[in-house]
């Protein structure tokens, strides 16, 4: 999923996409409703993500991960593993599940150029 500071947002759906029993595969956009990116914004910045290591401290592939590009290109990529995350890091992924069943995704046939973080091409990730 990336979710743009315009709200504009795409939603890659690969794999484990069941939404009211029918799978979704392909590329959606939508903007998102605005009290859902103001939750995702404070969620964001109450976490202090740019103090989190960027790997979880169990051994193993990452059960999930994010990529955050703020302050005009500064990076910041997070991979977790279940045993490590914290309540806020678990509350980020959580509204991002939500958001593929919350959203007015339509289905495009647009094709956009995304750059996987290096833990993403060897596992799945929930969202």
């Known amino acids: 999923m990336i979710l743009n ?11 484990n996409n069941y939404i009211r029993n ?3 595969w392909g590329l959606y956009k939508a903007d998102l409703i605005e009290a859902d990116f103001k939750e995702l ?3 964001l910045n109450y976490i202090d993500f740019k103090n989190i ?8 592939h990452p059960a999930e991960g994010i990529k955050i590009i703020y302050d005009n290109g500064k990076v910041k990529e997070i991979y977790t593993y279940e045993l490590s995350q914290t309540y806020g890091l678990m509350a980020i992924f959580h509204k991002m599940e939500q958001l593929r069943l919350t959203q007015n995704w339509n289905k495009s046939s647009k094709t956009v150029k995304v750059s996987l973080p290096e833990p993403e091409r060897r596992v799945r990730w929930k969202a």
């Open 53 to 60: 290591p960027t790997y979880g401290t169990a051994g193993g």
């Open 5 to 15: 500071d315009n709200k504009k947002s795409w939603f890659i759906a690969s794999s």
């Open 41 to 43: 914004c404070d969620l």
């Open 22 to 24: 029918s799978e979704y």
